[in-house]
């Protein structure tokens, strides 16, 4: 089993910054791809990015430009900057590896 562990999240006002972290422990050796999922109150949880062992990277089409994903295997972290936020990023967002494990949550709030 992958445990997986988010921090970061917080209120920012709308064009501001934010970096999301995700330590993995467990069975780290079997993971290959890593992600970033959101959900905001009555809408499904949607991808938000992803990288794999060997760096490649996705992102969702409205986060193209303004986040960046990134991971560092020898820490078995993940992260997640999140530059010129906007209101409609507002979500719980969830790490997850090889889409089987996921994290609790960090609740990232856009608001004036």
């Known amino acids: 089993q992958v445990q997986l562990v988010e921090s970061g999240g917080g209120l920012v006002q709308p064009g501001g910054s934010l970096r999301l972290s995700c330590v993995a422990s467990?069975?780290?050796?079997?993971?290959?791809?890593m992600g970033w999922f959101r959900q905001s109150p009555g809408s499904h949880r949607e991808l938000v990015a992803t990288i794999t062992n060997s760096s490649s990277t996705y992102y969702a089409d409205s986060v193209k430009g303004r986040f960046t994903i990134s991971r560092d295997n020898a820490k078995n972290t993940v992260s997640l900057q999140m530059n010129r936020l906007k209101p409609e990023d507002t979500a719980v967002y969830y790490c997850s590896s090889n889409y089987d494990y996921w994290g609790r949550g960090t609740q990232v709030t856009v608001s004036s």
């Open positions: 467990g069975k780290v050796d079997s993971i290959y791809v």
